[in-house]
Nanobody, 125 residues
Framework: QVQLVESGGGLVQAGGSLRLSCAAS????????TAWFRQAPGNEREFVAG????????NYADSVKGRFTISRDNAKNTVNLQMNSLKPEDTAVYSC??????????????????WGQGTQVTVSS
């Protein structure tokens, strides 16, 4: 497993932007598949965006396509989530997750074994 620490959450008005970062420990981060998930009160955790270690095209939930961008910097052991045109329904605790090695799945949260503590994102109307 790898240790993950998120940062960058906060309060923003609808239409605004936030950039989340996830810093990972360890020297083999480039071999990890990484993703962002979110969970709003009373809702189940849902996939937001994911990026595989081999540089394949990122995956996005339909609800964030065109607004969110996931990127990773293997040299700095970070994965970022740029969130633009935020909506009140984007309010949630956002967590980054990682798993080692090849992954051909659909970014199901149950497939990830390393998780950060989460960071709160609140979008006001």
């Amino acid at each position: 497993q790898v240790q993950l620490v998120e940062s960058g959450g906060g309060l923003v008005q609808a239409g605004g932007s936030l950039r989340l970062s996830c810093a990972a420990s360890g020297r083999t981060f480039s071999s990890y598949v990484t993703a962002w998930f979110r969970q709003a009160p009373g809702n189940e955790r849902e996939f937001v965006a994911g990026i595989r270690y081999n540089g394949a095209t990122p995956n996005y939930a339909d609800s964030v396509k065109g607004r969110f961008t996931i990127s990773r910097d293997n040299a700095k052991n970070t994965v970022n989530l740029q969130m633009n045109s935020l909506k009140p329904e984007d309010t949630a605790v956002y967590s980054c997750a990682a798993r080692l090695g090849y992954y051909g799945g659909n970014f199901d949260a149950r497939d990830f074994d390393s998780w950060g503590q989460g960071t709160q994102v609140t979008v006001s109307s």
